[in-house]
T-cell receptor, first 114, second 115 residues
Framework: AQSVTQLDSQVPVFEEAPVELRCNYS??????LFWYVQYPNQGLQLLLK??????LVESINGFEAEFNKSQTSFHLRKPSVHISDTAEYFC????????????FGKGTKLTVNP | ETGVTQTPRHLVMGMTNKKSLKCEQH?????MYWYKQSAKKPLELMFV???????ENNSVPSRFSPECPNSSHLFLHLHTLQPEDSALYLC??????????????FGPGTRLTVL
C-alpha cells in the first residue's frame, strides 16, 4: 500500500522568501507524483506532476518539485513567494500497480506574510 | 461549462432532511470520485466509480448513497445525516487506463452544514 507524509502541517514565511514544502512517500511499485493547491473555499487544483522523464518538474507560477527516488521524496520549492501563494498544498501519489486511486497527504498550510 | 462542476455550492440541512449533491464532468473521463474534507482531517476518499460501476466504498455509512447514471454525472444522496457529517464534499474525475491514474480533476466542492 502507498502512503504520503507531509511533515509540516503549517509553514509561515515572509513575502519574497524561499519556501520548501516537504513530501515523502512509501510505495512498493513505481509511482506518479502530484502536488495540488487549494485556495480558501475552492476545490483542489493540480500544481504540477511527475509521471516520467526529467525528475525536476515546474509549474507556470514558479513552483518546482524534484522526484528523488532514493530518498522517496517529492519536495515542493519556490525561490520567492507572494502573498497570493497563501493556500493549502497537498502531495499525492498514484501507483502503477493497478489502483485507480490517488493517495493524499494531510496537507501543508502555507501562509505568506507581508 | 468546462471541467468539473458541482451543485449546490452551499447546503444547510437538518438531520431529518433528504438532499442530493450533483457533480458533472465535461472532460470525457471514465472515472469519478467523492471525497470528504473536514476541518483538521485529511482528505477522505468515499466512493470511486469506473465506467459507471462502483469500484470502491471506503466503509462509508449508509446514510450516504452514491449514484452514477453515466460516466459524466455523479450524485451523492444524503439522508438522516449527523452534525459530524458537516464538511466540504469534493467531486473529482480522471481518465483511468489499464488501472493507471495520471491525475484527478476536482470540482469546487459543496460546503455542507448539518444542523
Amino acid at each position: 500500500a502507498q502512503s504520503v507524509t507531509q511533515l509540516d502541517s503549517q509553514v509561515p514565511v515572509f513575502e519574497e522568501a524561499p519556501v520548501e514544502l516537504r513530501c515523502n512517500y512509501s510505495s512498493s511499485v513505481s509511482v506518479y507524483l502530484f502536488w495540488y493547491v487549494q485556495y480558501p473555499n475552492q476545490g483542489l487544483q493540480l500544481l504540477l506532476k511527475y509521471l516520467s522523464g526529467s525528475t525536476l518538474v515546474e509549474s507556470i507560477n514558479g513552483f518546482e518539485a524534484e522526484f528523488n527516488k532514493s530518498q522517496t521524496s517529492f519536495h515542493l520549492r519556490k525561490p520567492s513567494v507572494h502573498i497570493s501563494d497563501t493556500a493549502e498544498y497537498f502531495c499525492a501519489v498514484s501507483g502503477q500497480g493497478g489502483s485507480e486511486k490517488l493517495v493524499f497527504g494531510k496537507g501543508t498550510k502555507l501562509t505568506v506574510n507581508p | 461549462e468546462t471541467g468539473v462542476t458541482q451543485t449546490p455550492r452551499h447546503l444547510v440541512m437538518g438531520m431529518t432532511n433528504k438532499k442530493s449533491l450533483k457533480c458533472e464532468q465535461h472532460l470525457g473521463h471514465n472515472a469519478m470520485y467523492w471525497y470528504k474534507q473536514s476541518a483538521k482531517k485529511p482528505l477522505e476518499l468515499m466512493f470511486v466509480y469506473n465506467f459507471k460501476e462502483q469500484t470502491e466504498n471506503n466503509s462509508v455509512p449508509s446514510r450516504f448513497s452514491p449514484e452514477c447514471p453515466n460516466s459524466s454525472h455523479l450524485f451523492l444522496h444524503l439522508h438522516t445525516l449527523q452534525p459530524e457529517d458537516s464538511a466540504l464534499y469534493l467531486c473529482a474525475s480522471s481518465q483511468e487506463w489499464l488501472g493507471l491514474v495520471f491525475e484527478q480533476f476536482f470540482g469546487p466542492g459543496t460546503r455542507l452544514t448539518v444542523l
